[in-house]
């Protein structure tokens, strides 16, 4: 029983003083315009730590004293920080805008129309400089209910799915 009680005060303990960092990133093929959508979930204050060294001052992303400011700042950083390929040809993306949910807030991204698709990679170095053990999580959905998937991280940025 001692012992019980111990691993789950050592692993409550381990979760508090080491937190995780991870984003998710869902990427679908719409057959009518051929584009590749993508949504992208960040926690937004490990996404002010990344913003503010990325462009040299501190971002307020819930509360910007310039909202387009702050527009121009996500779109640069994610467009840099993510790139696609279909098929081995590289997919130019648009940043469309964001909605915050709680904690986090979803990034939305198309592509320039693209081939359909019988490979789909993705390089993703979200957050990775300023956070020891991030991982991006990738989900490729495209003619299933289940998705294929990549665990990108430091070292391993870049992943392939195939259908």
Known sequence: MNFSLVSILTSFWMILVHPFFISLTEMRYNTNSKKM????????????????????QSVDFLNPK?????????QTYLLKHNQVWVNGKAVALNYL?????????????????AETPKTVEM????????????????????QSKSPRSMLLGKGEEKGKVEF
């Open 37 to 56: 959508e993508i949504a992208q979930k960040i926690f937004w204050d490990d996404l002010e730590v990344s913003l503010s060294k990325e462009f040299g």
């Open 66 to 74: 310039d909202k387009a400011k702050l527009n121009q700042q996500l």
């Open 97 to 113: 805008g964001y909605e915050v949910e709680e904690d986090a807030a979803w990034f939305y991204l198309e592509s320039a129309a």
């Open 123 to 142: 390089k993703n170095t979200v957050l990775l400089e300023e956070f020891n053990g991030q991982q991006n999580i990738v989900h490729v959905y495209f």
